[in-house]
């Protein structure tokens, strides 16, 4: 991470310094980027191919993001060399900022139609978390919100129903089966990595506040009574031994060490393959809120990605002609589901008939796509791994070690994630 980090310093530095400029090669045809990844490489071809073929804008030509040591570090790269492409896909939040900061992402909703593209798929909920000071440089691709898995037949054996969705639920849970050092109400902490907060504070905090940002234009705000009621919840699983942060394996959840756990749609077909006999009793559920909160769906963090027009290209507007193609069309949604198993970044897809076989087989993806909506990514922050790693530093690990109260470990996380933002 710490090579990623002073090679996207370099490249800002290049692009500052006016290395930056048009893309100068290969003007002929559009240059696309995608993610090395092979179910998103056969969906890209297929829809470049159908592009080509139908004459209707300027020719496009696909490619891998080049081999590096992650997809930013490629693309930033490029960007320092002027030899970025017209469009890149595989951005996340964190990164759309980082580029924006460098002024060399284009802001779509300047270009004609963005307005009704994003109608059409009825993302107008969604695209709120990818603005930046007014702007969308980056389009939303997919949405794969953070959710509760959890053990049913065991809940079953307690005489739980259905899934735990407040605080007092896991509580209740937690008292029946938790055994000291041995087995838990749920994994209350995802780790202690930067990115872990994905998984635990971030989500909890969206779901808690009815998915207020834990950053906005002013600063961190997660200090705030949203905050105490997320960190007392983990205080509390910890301190009652309800909860560990110290789990040694990554299979707790199927083997019955925890009941409950967060987890993605990308688990999906691990769980199947791997764990099928505990698969058939689990059941998906929201992300927790306070007790008394009621709320029918509440927000949580989604794992998510996007596509930019960079300024260099030398047709932005035959771009989006392209983009706007692809993403208006329902079947090409459909196509990128059945491809990937992603949820597309849409509003509709339970209420969109192109979608009901899909969803009809596969029920488990269903339970996911229903908080699609009020899935929403990480801070448009361009220190994402700085401000979480701050986060796990004063605030998670000190309530874990029970070395600051909560007030104070929220305040000094926020005081110290100000400082680094300069506000």
Excluded at 375 to 386: F, H, K, L
Excluded at 395 to 423: C, Q, R, S
Aim: proline residues 4%; negative net charge; charged residues 25%.
């Amino acid at each position: 991470m710490k090579k990623i980090l002073c090679l996207l310093t370099v490249a800002a530095t290049l692009v500052l310094t006016g290395c930056g400029g048009s893309k100068g090669s290969e003007d002929e045809k559009l240059q696309l980027w995608i993610a090395p990844n092979q179910v998103q490489e056969e969906f890209w071809k297929e829809v470049v191919t159908e592009w080509n073929e139908s004459g209707v804008g300027m020719e496009v030509e696909v490619k891998t993001i080049p081999a590096a040591g992650s997809s930013e570090e490629a693309i930033m790269s490029a960007v320092a060399s002027n030899t970025a492409p017209d469009i890149s896909t595989n951005i996340f939040s964190g990164f759309g900022a980082q580029l924006v900061e460098l002024g060399v992402a284009k802001n779509l909703n300047e270009l004609d139609g963005f307005d009704e593209l994003i109608a059409t798929r009825k993302m107008e909920t969604i695209i709120k978390g990818w603005e930046i000071d007014g702007t969308n440089p980056v389009f939303p691709i997919y949405s794969n919100p953070v959710l509760f898995w959890w053990r049913g037949d065991i809940l079953e054996e307690l005489g739980f129903e259905g899934v735990p969705k407040t605080y007092e639920d896991v509580y209740e849970i937690s008292k029946a089966y938790s055994v000291s050092r041995k087995q838990y109400g749920m994994k209350v902490l995802a780790g202690k990595n930067w990115w872990d907060r994905w998984f635990d504070f971030i989500g909890y905090y969206y779901a808690a506040s009815n998915g207020k940002p834990y950053i906005n234009e002013g600063g961190a705000v997660y200090n705030d009574e949203f905050g105490k009621e997320v960190l007392e919840f983990v205080k509390t699983m910890l301190e009652n031994e309800w909860s560990t942060a110290n789990f040694a394996t990554g299979t707790i959840f199927f083997d019955g060490t925890v009941l409950g756990e967060t987890k993605g749609a990308w688990d999906l077909d691990y769980g199947r393959s791997q764990y099928p006999d505990v698969m058939e009793s689990v059941k998906i559920g929201p992300m927790l809120v306070p007790a008394g909160m009621e709320v029918e769906k509440p927000y949580t963090l989604a794992d998510a990605k996007g596509l930019v027009i960079f300024k260099s290209s030398k047709h932005p507007e035959e771009a989006w002609k392209f983009v706007k193609w692809v993403f208006e069309k329902d079947e090409l949604s459909k196509l990128w589901l059945e491809k990937t198993g992603m949820a597309p970044a849409r509003g509709d897809l339970l209420e969109n008939p192109i979608f009901f076989d899909f969803y009809k087989e596969n029920p488990e993806e269903a339970e996911y796509a229903k908080y699609v909506e009020v899935g929403i990514p990480a801070a448009m922050q361009t220190q994402t791994v700085d401000i979480q790693q701050i986060m796990t530093n004063e605030m998670i690990e000190p309530i874990t070690f029970k070395t600051k109260t909560i007030e104070k470990a929220l305040n000094d996380a926020v005081e110290t994630t100000n400082k680094i933002l300069n506000k």
